[in-house]
């Protein structure tokens, strides 16, 4: 069955502080994978993908995440962050025209 | 350009009422996804639209149920109301031609509360 798991349900990081979002996921075949933000009143804005290639990803807001294919994982990564991060991140996983996503970590940041 | 919006915003409806949400995706998408993310839970997928065909289910009851129209925007019905389906309710389009290598723009959502 394809899923989705985020460990942590929440995580606190003071500002200026290196940030890991960990994803374990499962599916079937090679996945695509996602990092969507969603600050409160907001949609969810997409910080990056992977579906092939480099498995270091780039993606916007200075954000990165690297897939590693032997743990199932795609964690999600920030060598800085600021308080404007804070926010609910989600993990999802994709094939066909179907989106599964994680249950999310909220990340709140201390000044 | 305008993003993907939706409408209402904010809806209040009792059990066994009908209700139906809109949504209308960025000029030039011909898909549109709907998702429904109950508090402190990830989105999930409902229905995925493209070309005005049903493209993709979720596991949802046949309470649910959506249509796309000739201009693309799309509306999601949901019939005898139960108090589990309050929820924000997120449209998604995308251009539709590469279902997973198209980004994905969302909505604000439609927030639903069933009393």
């Known amino acids: 069955a394809q899923s989705v798991t985020q460990p942590d349900i929440h995580i606190t990081v003071s500002e200026g502080a290196s940030l890991e979002l960990r994803c374990n996921y499962s599916?079937?075949?090679?996945?695509?994978l996602f990092w969507y933000v969603q600050s409160p009143g907001q949609g969810l804005q997409l910080l990056l993908k992977?579906?092939?290639?480099?498995?270091l990803v780039q993606g916007i807001k200075g954000f990165e995440a690297e897939f590693k294919r032997s743990q199932s994982s795609f964690n999600l990564r920030k060598p800085s962050v600021h308080w404007s991060d804070a926010a609910e991140y989600f993990c999802?996983?994709?094939?066909?025209?179907?989106?599964?996503f994680g249950a999310g970590t909220r990340l709140f940041v201390k000044a | 350009d305008a993003g993907v919006t939706q409408s209402p915003t904010h809806l209040i409806k009792t059990r066994g009422q009908h209700v139906t949400l809109r949504c209308s995706p960025i000029?030039?998408?011909?898909?549109v996804s709907w998702y429904q993310q109950v508090l402190g839970q990830g989105p999930q997928f409902i229905f995925q639209y493209y070309e005005k065909e049903e493209r993709g289910r979720g596991n949802f009851p046949d309470r649910f149920s959506a249509r796309q129209f000739p201009n693309y925007s799309s509306e999601l019905n949901v019939n005898a109301l139960l108090l589990g389906d309050s929820a924000l309710y997120l449209c998604?389009?995308?251009?539709?031609?590469?279902?997973?290598?198209?980004?994905?723009?969302f909505g604000p959502g439609t927030r639903l509360t069933v009393l």
């Open positions: 599916y079937g075949a090679t996945p695509y």
């Open positions: 992977y579906f092939s290639g480099d498995t």
């Open positions: 000029s030039g998408h011909k898909s």
């Open positions: 999802a996983v994709g094939g066909g025209f179907k989106t599964i």
């Open positions: 998604a389009s995308r251009p539709g031609t590469r279902p997973m290598v198209d980004t994905q723009y």
